[in-house]
């Protein structure tokens, strides 16, 4: 069964960072596609960056050169650094793995916020 918990959101000011984490287990595969998404109230769910087995990784543009996505596979860790934070991050960031069989579509899949496991998401708030 896999899971997928969040951690790190909070409230921050304008300019300041976070690093959100997320612990997957039961997700076990040498092709994989793991990603970032975030919900807003009032708006549909987004994806923020994406990173496959291969390390490649993909960002929204909104986030490109804010937000860094990486990985730990040793410890079974996905990680978002946000820096340079703006009021419109606000939002539930969810962690998210896609079904490996969509693992070379991980770029577009950015695209696509129905990967197959999701978290319960770890609130970020940023005030002006």
């Known amino acids: 069964q896999v899971q997928l918990v969040e951690s790190g959101g909070g409230s921050v000011q304008s300019g300041g960072s976070l690093r959100l984490s997320c612990a997957a287990s039961g997700y076990t595969y040498s092709t994989y596609c793991l990603g970032w998404f975030r919900q807003a109230p009032g708006k549909e769910r987004e994806g923020v960056a994406t990173i496959d087995s291969s390390g490649r990784t993909n960002y929204h543009d909104f986030v490109k050169g804010r937000f860094t996505i990486s990985q730990d596979n040793a410890k079974n860790m996905l990680y978002l650094q946000m820096d340079g934070l703006k009021p419109e991050d606000t939002a539930m960031y969810y962690c998210?793995?896609?079904?490996?069989?969509?693992?070379?579509?991980?770029?577009?899949?950015?695209?696509?916020?129905?990967?197959?496991?999701w978290g319960r998401g770890t609130q970020v708030t940023v005030s002006s």
């Open positions: 998210a793995a896609d079904d490996p069989a969509l693992t070379r579509y991980c770029a577009v899949r950015l695209r696509k916020p129905d990967f197959s496991y």
